[in-house]
């Protein structure tokens, strides 16, 4: 395959990624409307346990099928690959309905662990349970989208997964509004209905598979047919490399939702115990702006600019396997720059106008907490995304282990935090815990980086700064906006709408300006804009 061919598909993949990740973030205003605070509770209750059982029953596999598939393909041996897929199907089948079987009859075990109220535990339960009916299928649809990859064809993971997301979320949205809005019924049975959609869109994204998969089988037939076969390894040994390709991919995918389910774990035992003037429905609108409504609002900025970043990766492994190790630097510089640049002040213009967000995606009512958890929350992003963009360096300079030490550290760290964060901070104690755990994470890999690269981190810091002191500046004019309004708190949806939208406006405005006028927008992002290019020949 042509470099602009594997590249065109590269990016038709990341463009899918990214678009499927807006959508499932964007997806919980709509919810949030149909079943409010404690539909939400429940959602993201059940969905935690899940993402983890979900990131275990694959192992990781999409990525390490790919990999462990394209390296047998680089040498002619086709058949090697086509075996590791006959049988793997068999086994993301076996490990889907164990995990299955897990989350199903484990519901009450997972309820019970988390010390939720006991009117709530039977609903739980009840959501847990049919979400885990999409844990079946999805393992088995992993690994034909790695095995694709493999063969560098991004376009049948491309479509899958979009066609998943649009129904998951298309199905659960008009079938919880039938039934709640409608038919005026249970907001307990509209958020089973959208749990269950996960199902329903993974039965979707296999049939479109499955489509690619008779398409192309007469010649992935011919390939494997023809194949040169120099070593036939048996495999126990097949599936060994594979699982030291994906155990990294596992790690790097299940950091944030390990937090989270720290997080459910905790947060009911010791707010309940440190702040016993909580009602139940405060309570449950905290642990759903953490775990739900304010983490999907932080995750955009996010996804945009790891998913940028994280572009530049595959060269970084590229110039580390040839020694250029100036190059390497200049790579990891380009992609910690981006991700510092489009994550700033993105979090920052976030955090401020947190309030006027809240209230204008969700509720003026719960505002008073879900604007406050947004306020602290939302930094945690830049943290989120540094972690994700050094682990990636660290996987292409063949130093993966480190993110799994780090990883596990960060860990450590939140798990003896929480409770007594949680005390003294209240709301905002398990954002600071999180934060310290992922700030050693992300030295531990930094660490890594400069011992293995010799790279030097003084360039960066000097751009960090010139960013922050811009997004100083950006915050100071926002809020000249809130002077005249006379407070950062809206009092009415449109009050949230027009401000939200000048905050957006003017700080965007004054960073684009002072980036633009500095040069800092053209070294940071290059001549990939025609404005920044012909401001730059001129």
């Given at each position: ?321 040839l020694g250029d190790r ?134 960066i810091a000097k751009r960090?700064l010139l960013i922050c ?70």
């Amino acid at each position: 395959m042509s470099g602009s061919t594997l590249m065109r598909g590269t990016f038709i993949l990341s463009v899918a990624i990214f678009f499927t990740k807006l959508i499932g973030m964007l997806f919980t205003i709509p919810f949030y409307h149909i079943v409010k605070e404690h539909g939400v509770y429940l959602y993201s209750f059940a969905y935690n346990p899940y993402a983890i059982i979900l990131s275990i029953s694959t192992v990781g596999v999409p990525l390490a099928v790919s990999k462990f598939v394209a390296k047998y393909n680089a040498i002619g041996d086709y058949q090697t690959g086509r075996r590791l897929f006959r049988s793997g199907l068999l086994l993301m089948t076996l490990t889907g309905f164990v995990g299955f079987l897990i989350m199903f009859f484990g519901a009450s075990a997972i309820v019970h662990l988390s010390d939720v109220h006991p009117e709530d535990v039977d609903e739980l339960v009840f959501v847990i349970r049919v979400l885990s009916f999409a844990l079946i299928i999805v393992p088995a649809m992993s690994l034909i989208r790695g095995y694709f990859q493999g063969f560098q064809s991004m376009g049948p993971t491309a479509l899958s997964q979009t066609i998943e997301q649009v129904v998951r979320i298309g199905f659960g949205l008009i079938a919880a509004f039938i039934v709640v809005e409608v038919f005026h019924g249970s907001k307990v049975m509209g958020v089973a209905l959208v749990t269950f959609g996960a199902f329903v869109g993974a039965i979707a994204g296999l049939i479109v598979l499955i489509r690619y998969w008779m398409k192309r089988k007469p010649h992935l037939d011919k390939l494997a047919n023809n194949s040169v076969v120099k070593d036939r390894p048996k495999l126990a040994s097949m599936y060994k490399e594979l699982i030291s390709y994906a155990i990294p991919f596992v790690c790097v995918g299940l950091a944030n939702q390990i937090y989270l389910q720290v997080d459910q774990f905790t947060l009911n035992h010791f707010m309940k115990d440190f702040h016993q003037a909580l009602s139940n429905g405060d309570l449950e609108l905290i642990i759903a702006c953490l775990m739900n409504l304010d983490q999907k609002l932080i995750m955009i900025p996010v996804s945009l600019s790891t998913a940028l970043a994280l572009s530049v990766v595959p060269s970084v492994s590229a110039s580390y396997a040839l020694g250029d190790r100036r190059e390497m630097q200049i790579k990891i510089t380009k992609a910690l720059q981006l991700t510092l640049f489009l994550t700033i002040p993105a979090v920052v213009g976030l955090s401020v106008l947190s309030h006027m967000i809240y209230g204008l995606f969700y509720d003026l009512e719960g505002m008073s907490i879900g604007g406050e958890i947004l306020r602290w929350y939302a930094p945690s992003a830049i943290l989120f995304a540094l972690f994700s963009v050094s682990a990636a360096i660290l996987q292409g300079i063949n130093r993966q282990k480190v993110t799994i030490l780090s990883l596990g550290i960060g860990i450590l760290l939140k798990l003896i935090l929480n409770p007594l964060f949680i005390k003294w901070f209240a709301l905002t104690g398990s954002i600071w815990a999180t934060d310290i755990g992922y700030f050693f994470s992300i030295l531990i890999n930094f660490v890594a980086i400069r011992w293995e690269t010799l790279y030097n981190y003084t360039f960066i810091a000097k751009r960090t700064l010139l960013i922050c002191i811009f997004t100083f500046i950006m915050a100071l004019g926002i809020g000249v906006i809130f002077f005249f309004h006379g407070g950062a708190v809206p009092h009415t949806k449109t009050q949230s709408l027009v401000y939200t939208i000048l905050g957006v406006i003017v700080g965007g405005a004054i960073f684009a300006v002072l980036s633009v006028f500095s040069g800092l927008a053209r070294q940071v992002i290059g001549d990939r804009i025609p404005f920044l290019r012909r401001r730059a020949r001129s």
